[in-house]
T-cell receptor, first 116, second 116 residues
Framework: DAGVIQSPRHEVTEMGQEVTLRCKPISGHDYLFWYRQTMMRGLELLIYFNNNVPIDDSGMPEDRFSAKMPNASFSTLKIQPSEPRDSAVYFC??????????????FGPGTRLTVL | GEDVEQSLFLSVREGDSSVINCTYTDSSSTYLYWYKQEPGAGLQLLTYIFSNMDMKQDQRLTVLLNKKDKHLSLRIADTQTGDSAIYFCAEEARSFMNTGFQKLVFGTGTRLLVSP
């Protein structure tokens, strides 16, 4: 398997623009996670899905952020409108459900977002 | 709430041992983890320890867990320049939605610099 795939790898946009980040999880994985990494706050869980259903979005910073998972092989994280403080690296991760044995989360390479 | 703390920076010489420390707050954490992040890449699981263990050794890596003090450490023996990276400690925490899924809470990461 190619691992978790994220696109784009880098995104530079202007304040106020809409940004869409994309993720393809590892095939067959049950869970998908979106994280944000900043120098100030470290790595934060934004939202996660189980079998395409959003389960816990308590980490989503505000209404400007939304995430969808229309099918098992694709998820998006959208920021509208974007602000400079949204600049960060956004990671997607996926994992199999724990069935008797624990399964690790596999991380994608991340999308570096810069909002000017 | 859950919180994980790490020192931000560690510098060692090649061949020395490195010890990275972490404190966590959730006493119910079942597993504790160490992840490695190389420049421009996502997080990669290095090792993990179950909460009923005091120590786990895996080749050059030794994990020590002090549950009483909620202290976790990662020792890297014979540190190499290729070990230069950011190391994250993570604990499991019950998802706010209490779905039974253990979400990961990460520390801010310790940047390890290994000089020749």
């Amino acid at each position: 398997d190619a691992g978790v795939i994220q696109s784009p790898r880098h995104e530079v946009t202007e304040m106020g623009q809409e940004v869409t980040l994309r993720c393809k999880p590892i095939s067959g994985h049950d869970y998908l996670f979106w994280y944000r990494q900043t120098m100030m706050r470290g790595l934060e869980l934004l939202i996660y899905f189980n079998n395409n259903v959003p389960i816990d979005d308590s980490g989503m910073p505000e209404d400007r952020f939304s995430a969808k998972m229309p099918n098992a092989s694709f998820s998006t994280l959208k920021i509208q409108p974007s602000e400079p403080r949204d600049s960060a690296v956004y990671f997607c991760a996926s994992k199999l459900r724990d069935r008797g044995t624990w399964n690790e989360q596999f991380f994608g390479p991340g999308t570096r977002l810069t909002v000017l | 709430g859950e919180d994980v703390e790490q020192s931000l920076f560690l510098s060692v010489r090649e061949g020395d041992s490195s010890v990275i420390n972490c404190t966590y707050t959730d006493s119910s954490s079942t597993y504790l983890y160490w992840y490695k992040q190389e420049p421009g890449a996502g997080l990669q699981l290095l090792t993990y320890i179950f909460s009923n263990m005091d120590m786990k050794q895996d080749q050059r890596l030794t994990v020590l867990l002090n549950k009483k003090d909620k202290h976790l450490s990662l020792r890297i023996a014979d540190t190499q320049t290729g070990d230069s990276a950011i190391y994250f400690c993570a604990e499991e925490a019950r998802s706010f939605m209490n779905t039974g899924f253990q979400k990961l809470v990460f520390g801010t990461g310790t940047r390890l610099l290994v000089s020749p």
